[in-house]
């Protein structure tokens, strides 16, 4: 997730951060793209060293309108809301639990008293660096390792893992219920791609609102995470297929064979792995992510997400290579960060932002 490498010896499993090590470099070998460039479009040898799958495209039409800074903002939903934050910490009601996690961001003080932050259902200890593994303490009673929770419709577990993470990125629900109204308002069924779509809560709230869904994700664990809450919410009828695959790999097989998307989200890591040792590296990978998920968008596309954490980048780096990436296709690209408003003990009360990511979005209007 979004943690650079565990610093333990053994080899962590797939998808995770863990996985990569900072000296390693995909060595395979260059690999032309037999697709005919069209009319606008030439090919050009790739000059990103490792991301050399296939050449990137050059691509001349007008780039998209812009739209800059859009702070999306969150101020929770469902079974969740930021409760304080401060200290480097942040204080967090998940369903019934209140959790206390790092937050390297929080450089303030908190503003609720020290008995409230002591009186929480589990910390998040051990080593606080923003991308270690830890442990958790729980000062009340042992917690089981899973609970229920629920946002925009949908059923999912919250899971106590070693990465301090509980399963859902819940700034990311700016996100989901845009393309919730998309998939309601489309009056057709959307195809959705959830690239790098970890416990599927995406995925779910796609599918619930009426979309075909494809969600690829490296790790086996997350993929049966996702599964556990589709059936959790007794969901297993809609369409979803779930993809254990490295997700460069799937895009570049879903262009050869000229499928496509009228939605994609891509969510990427800093550091992964795909599932035969594949190494992601967002910044050598993501222009290529980017140029390839292009190719694969509907002719009728509603729009192309990516959001981008823990990465020392402007949110104008990765706006201005989606505009390039989408030249000639029209439209608007807005970028800006997805902010979490504190909202008090009682879930109302408005606080400051916590910035927790930065993100890009293509939509054609
Ligand atoms: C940042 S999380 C995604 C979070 C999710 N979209 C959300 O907001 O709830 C990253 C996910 O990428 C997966 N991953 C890492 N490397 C990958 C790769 N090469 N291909 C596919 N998935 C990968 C991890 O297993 C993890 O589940």
């Known amino acids: 997730m979004r943690q650079k490498e565990r610093r333990s010896g053994h080899k962590p499993p797939a998808g995770s951060p863990g996985h ?20 606008r479009e030439t090919m050009r040898e790739a000059t990103v060293p490792g991301a050399n799958e296939r050449p990137l495209k050059s691509r001349t039409g007008d780039r998209p309108l812009e739209r800059v800074p859009v702070i999306l903002e969150s101020s929770g939903a469902g079974d969740f809301h930021l409760i304080d934050s401060g200290n480097s910490l942040k204080l967090e009601q998940y369903g019934p639990y209140r959790i206390v996690r790092p937050e390297g961001q929080a450089l303030w003080q908190p503003s609720l008293a020290p008995h409230v932050w002591e009186k929480v259902d589990a910390v998040f200890t051990g080593d606080t660096d923003e991308e270690g593994t830890g442990r958790w303490r729980f000062p009340k009673e042992a917690l089981g390792e899973i609970w229920p929770l629920h946002l925009l419709g949908v059923d999912f577990y919250g899971r106590f ?57 490296a790790s086996k664990k997350a993929i049966g995470w996702a599964r556990e809450n589709q059936a959790l919410g007794r969901m297993e009828k809609l369409p979803i297929r779930w993809i254990c695959e490295d997700a460069m790999k799937f895009i570049l097989r879903e262009e050869r064979r000229g499928n496509t998307y ?13 599932p035969n040792g594949e190494v992601w590296h967002l910044f050598e990978h993501l222009p290529l992510m980017l140029d390839i998920c292009r190719e694969i968008l509907s002719p009728q596309a509603l729009g192309l997400v990516l959001t981008a954490y823990s990465i020392r980048a402007s949110f104008y780096s990765i706006h201005e290579l989606m505009r390039e990436t989408m030249r000639g296709a029209g439209g ?9 408003r504190e909202a008090g003990l009682d879930g109302k009360t408005p606080g400051r932002a916590l910035s927790t990511s930065l993100f890009s979005r293509w939509v054609p209007k």
Request: charged share 25%; hydrophobic share 40%; glycine share 8%.
């Open 262 to 274: 009228d939605i994609i989200l891509t969510d990427p890591p800093k550091f992964g792995r795909g």
């Open 20 to 39: 990569h090590r900072r000296d390693e470099r995909p060595s395979r070998p260059a690999k032309a793209e037999a697709k005919p460039a069209t009319a």
């Open 161 to 217: 893992t070693s990465f301090r993470h509980v399963g859902v990125f819940p700034e990311q629900i700016v996100h989901w219920s845009w393309m919730k109204q998309q998939v309601e308002a489309a009056g057709r069924p959307l195809k959705v791609l959830n690239l790098f779509g970890y416990t599927g809560v995406a995925s779910l709230v796609a599918a619930a609102a009426g979309a075909e869904v494809t969600h690829v994700d």
């Open 332 to 340: 608007v690209v807005e970028s800006g960060e997805l902010v979490i």
